[in-house]
């Protein structure tokens, strides 16, 4: 990877691969076996040792939640990009942060 992808990309390309809005409940029962999948994973504490054995790694299963997630927002047409910049702004108020969210980075 490049260092460049952008949630807005990575959205529209689950978008092209596998977009079903009639599948958005399988899209959440997938996230939510993925999520039990990720806590079987940390509580074993898999990491990936090699590309060739990503099976049931955490890493796998972060990509998998992620991709989940995405797959929800594109059924119901969330742009997450935009989302995550208002939802951030709220946090930061409520939290009283000065840490704050960059846009177009």
């Not at 119901?76 to 995550?84: A, G, L, T």
Request: proline share 1%.
């Amino acid at each position: 990877m490049d260092g460049k992808t952008t949630v807005k990309y990575l959205q529209n390309y689950i978008k092209a691969k596998d977009y079903n809005p009639k599948l958005k409940k399988d899209y959440f029962l997938k996230l939510s076996e993925e999520v039990g999948e990720l806590s079987r994973a940390m509580r074993k504490d898999v990491t990936l040792k090699d590309t060739d054995n990503i099976k049931g790694t955490i890493d796998e299963e972060l990509w998998d939640i992620i991709y989940y997630v995405l797959a929800i927002a594109n059924c119901y047409d969330i742009d997450i990009e935009e989302i995550m910049k208002i939802k951030e702004e709220i946090n930061n108020k409520k939290y009283n942060s000065d840490i704050h969210f960059e846009t177009n980075r």
